[in-house]
T-cell receptor, first 115, second 116 residues
Framework: GAVVSQHPSRVICKSGTSVKIECRSLDFQATTMFWYRQFPKQSLMLMATSNEGSKATYEQGVEKDKFLINHASLTLSTLTVTSAHPEDSSFYIC???FGSGGEQYFGPGTRLTVT | AQKVTQAQTEISVVEKEDVTLDCVYETRDTTYYLFWYKQPPSGELVFLIRRNSFDEQNEISGRYSWNFQKSTSSFNFTITASQVVDSAVYFCALSEGSGNTGKLIFGQGTTLQVKP
């Protein structure tokens, strides 16, 4: 149980374009979803927390207009990187939680390369 | 402020050796949770353990064991008789429990290389 999927697993896009990443909880309803970014050989950094039906809460230093997060249902959250630049190239990981205790279930990640 | 420190950036051992990965945390909360995750080269995070702040019992799961010491704010992870498949990046993480936003604060990670 508690499976989280991400789509796509890899994406290459041109500078200036937008790309959408989907995160789905497959067998549970996720009240909260989290988006992390991981640069090569670095740790995971939380970008934002989203609760179903409400606006995402962004961490300090994360541009909300650049990284659009939508959590339209209890099983789906999307992250859209708008006007992507090469420095946005990274590994994006989502996680989903359905209860207290901070237990999160992670997706397999999406590797974004902006050329 | 919450913080997780994994002082060991990289560790290299030979198969069958025991290895301990250190994790030190900082938090002002009395209720919190500690985690260990494994990240193999594929990138997907693998959950290993969750521990709440009120449970200081050490835990053993097969070749893995964890030593939680509140007095030193440490949550160390030991792999006994390491294997090549244990090679990965290991992250320690902290989540504060009161109010529980569920936010995870990750340490910098320790890259473990187990050589045959």
């Amino acid at each position: 149980g508690a499976v989280v999927s991400q789509h796509p697993s890899r994406v290459i896009c041109k500078s200036g374009t937008s790309v959408k990443i989907e995160c789905r909880s497959l067998d549970f309803q996720a009240t909260t979803m989290f988006w992390y970014r991981q640069f090569p050989k670095q740790s995971l950094m939380l970008m934002a927390t989203s609760n179903e039906g409400s606006k995402a809460t962004y961490e300090q230093g994360v541009e909300k207009d650049k990284f659009l997060i939508n959590h339209a249902s209890l099983t789906l959250s999307t992250l859209t990187v708008t006007s992507a630049h090469p420095e946005d190239s990274s590994f994006y990981i989502c996680s989903a939680s359905f209860g207290s205790g901070g237990e999160q279930y992670f997706g397999p990640g999406t590797r974004l390369t902006v050329t | 402020a919450q913080k997780v420190t994994q002082a060991q950036t990289e560790i290299s051992v030979v198969e069958k050796e025991d290895v301990t990965l250190d994790c030190v945390y900082e938090t002002r909360d009395t209720t919190y949770y500690l985690f260990w995750y494994k990240q193999p080269p594929s990138g997907e995070l693998v959950f290993l353990i969750r521990r709440n702040s009120f449970d200081e019992q050490n835990e053993i799961s097969g070749r893995y064991s964890w030593n939680f010491q509140k007095s030193t704010s440490s949550f160390n992870f030991t792999i006994t008789a390491s294997q090549v498949v244990d090679s990965a990046v290991y992250f320690c993480a902290l989540s504060e429990g009161s109010g529980n936003t569920g936010k995870l604060i990750f340490g910098q990670g320790t890259t473990l290389q187990v050589k045959p």
